[in-house]
């Protein structure tokens, strides 16, 4: 079973994540577990106090995603070279630390005990510095070096010598050029000469139009230039490999201390977040104690709008460690279960509530057992599955547990279910377990004011709203207000008598105050379902004429045997001398009955059937025979 899902913690947690910076505290927070030794529980309690005040006093922190840098420590642990973007990076998070340095530094001023992590930070100044001097645009900068510098100057005059000797060629031989600009190809400064000028014009052709009318030839006067170029590029790149891989050495030299400021920042980053997450919640610091007792003022769920939040009031440990809660559906029985569990794994996870004042017990486990469990998959119906969810439940829970169940014993016959409701809660209350239970059944009502260390509480109801109030009171039962409910919105008191006489017995009609005159449930006129008439002359006729009837057939007055009675159609067939015909039952009148002129049970194929089809038939029904039955269709 999902327990954080039932009870919504999973939902705490997504909001709990999205505070935090680092893939580190996002993962542990979504792996995060309740604390079960009380000294450190304690410390991560004190630690969110500390982390909401830090950042109510100084804001938020300066905090960067810091997984990229990790990757990049581990390429210069190996000796390999970084890039400039690389160790911009790793420019980028020292300054993060200086400034989260100077974050916590602050906070010394208010005595705030997180503050001084601060002094286990090591920003690495010097480090930085050098890689921000050198390193400018994911580039080396010009003045990384004095020879980068002179390199780089050099390349600038040969790349503008070559290009006014390009523009001189040109000026000086116009009509020898299809335009007045010169271009690169393949990194050569080359200028546009017609075709047929080629041989005027001393150099090489490097490139050609897609006409073939224009060669982009390099002049021999730049030419020369270009071998300097390639020579003082291969300077430059041996001149920034060589700035590279110091820095990159330098970054390798810091790598542990680097580490360490990133592990700190990371644990940091995950108390902020609880701290981040306590401002958004608008909580507060619980009490947390070892002797089973759990105490809630105005406590609310905190998913739910605080403005419209009616708050909860609950106390459970010192009279009972069992609650039995009843009252009307959606009168809020579900929610204020799960608002007490939630809260009280939020305060053993290190989380402040949202309540006003909290005394919460540590658990060593939380169990529930919380809505339609039906599994199709599995073919386990509502019942089952609550039932499976309950044993296991009740095969975990032990003096430390912390239980709750929702609408126990439902899904099945009432009375069975009742039965082992009370089976189940005498369990839990044996196991010394805390456990809230809802339920609409009055024996378990009775059970609890019976049982031993079980108490019963109910949700209010307003009568005349007929709306739920929300408010828990403890060591009173409830009603469900199932009969009150339908008797103000209507319901004859006739209807409500045989109800309550149902589910209460017969003298507790005179117990029930009538909310109303007796009256009955007004008719409304409804539009009747038009029915087809049936045709009278099919019905009436089959039944007139019979197989092996006397017939007069008009106008002639032959008389013939009625071979097949009327069809839907009105017409019969009738069995006259040689021959067979269909007519009318309008033509047709009865001469002598079937009944007066054969037995019961005389074979009318004697009459109606051919002596060979008779005999096939014999045959056909005590073996095989390739014969055909042939009939008159006359």
């Given amino acids: ?98 400034r989260f340095k100077s974050y916590l530094d602050r906070g010394k001023m208010y005595e705030n005990p997180l503050a001084y992590y601060g002094e286990n930070l090591d920003a690495l100044e010097e480090l930085q510095e050098e890689i921000s001097r050198q390193i400018r645009g994911s580039m080396v900068d010009d003045f990384a070096s004095k020879e980068l510098e002179q390199i780089r100057g050099q390349i600038v005059k040969c790349e503008e010598q070559m290009k006014r000797k390009a523009e001189q060629l040109m000026r000086s031989n116009k009509e020898c050029m299809v335009d007045h600009y010169y271009t690169l190809r393949n990194g050569r400064v080359c200028v546009p000469v017609k075709k047929e000028c080629r041989l005027k014009i001393s150099g090489s052709v490097i490139d050609k139009s897609a006409t073939g009318n224009t060669l982009f030839m390099e002049p021999a006067s730049v030419a020369k230039y270009y071998e300097e170029l390639q020579t003082l590029k291969i300077c430059e790149e041996n001149e920034v490999y060589r700035i590279l891989y110091i820095l990159t050495a330098m970054v390798a030299e810091s790598v542990t201390a680097v580490k360490e400021n990133i592990t700190l920042i990371e644990k940091l980053d995950f108390i902020l977040s609880k701290g981040k997450l306590s401002i958004d919640l608008d909580a507060a610091e619980p009490s947390i104690n070892t002797e089973r007792r759990i105490v809630l003022k105005d406590a609310r769920h905190p998913l739910m709008d605080k403005r419209l939040t009616i708050p909860l009031q609950f106390e459970i440990g010192e009279n009972a460690r069992g609650i039995i809660i009843t009252g009307p559906n959606t009168g809020g029985k579900t929610v204020a279960i799960k608002t007490v569990m939630l809260t009280c794994i939020m305060a053993q996870c290190g989380l402040h509530v949202t309540c006003k004042e909290a005394d919460i017990c540590m658990n060593n486990s939380y169990l529930c057992d919380i809505g339609d469990g039906q599994n199709i998959a599995a073919d386990l119906s509502t ?51 805390i456990f809230l239970v809802t339920t609409h059944y009055p024996e378990v009502k009775e059970y609890a004011d019976k049982a031993r260390d079980i108490m019963n509480a109910r949700m209010t109801f307003d009568k005349e709203t007929l709306q739920p109030t929300y408010q828990m009171v403890i060591g009173e039962a409830g009603e469900s207000c199932a009969f009150y409910i339908a008797d103000r919105l209507g319901m004859p008191n006739e209807m409500l008598r045989i109800a309550i006489k149902a589910a209460y017995g017969e003298n507790a009609v005179d117990n029930y105050l009538f909310q109303k005159e007796d009256t009955a ?101 005590r073996k095989y025979t390739d014969e055909v039955i042939r009939y008159d269709n006359s």
């Fill in 1 to 98: 079973m999902n327990i954080e899902k039932q009870i919504e913690f999973d939902k705490i947690k997504e909001i709990w994540m999205n505070l935090a910076v680092t893939e580190w505290a996002k993962e542990k927070i979504s792996g995060i577990s309740f604390c079960l030794k009380e000294s450190e529980l304690r410390k991560q309690l004190n630690d969110t106090t500390n982390s909401r005040n830090l950042i109510e006093k100084l804001g938020m922190p300066p905090l960067q995603n810091l997984s990229e840098i990790k990757d990049i420590l581990t390429i210069a642990e190996k000796g390999d070279c970084l890039t400039p973007y690389q160790l911009e990076r790793v420019a980028n998070v020292l300054v993060v630390i200086k």
């Fill in 521 to 621: 449930i007004e008719k409304r006129n409804i539009t009747q379902i038009s029915k087809e008439k049936k045709k009278k002359g099919n019905v009436k006729h089959g039944a007139k004429y019979k197989l092996g009837d006397s017939v007069l057939v008009y106008p002639d007055k032959k008389i013939g045997i009625v071979c097949e009675p009327v069809n839907e159609k009105g017409v019969l067939r009738v069995q006259l001398p040689g021959k067979k015909i269909w007519i009318n039952h309008k033509r047709v009148k009865l001469h002598v009955a079937a009944s007066e002129l054969y037995p019961a049970d005389y074979d009318f194929s004697i009459i109606f059937e051919t002596v060979e089809n008779r005999k096939i038939k014999h045959d056909m029904e």
């Fill in 383 to 433: 019942f089952s599955a609550h039932i499976k969810n309950v044993l296991e439940v009740l095969r975990e829970v032990n003096k430390d547990s912390l239980v709750i169940m929702d609408e126990l014993g439902s899904g099945t016959d009432p009375a069975e279910g009742m039965g082992i409701a009370i089976a189940i809660l005498e369990e839990l209350r044996k196991s010394g377990a």
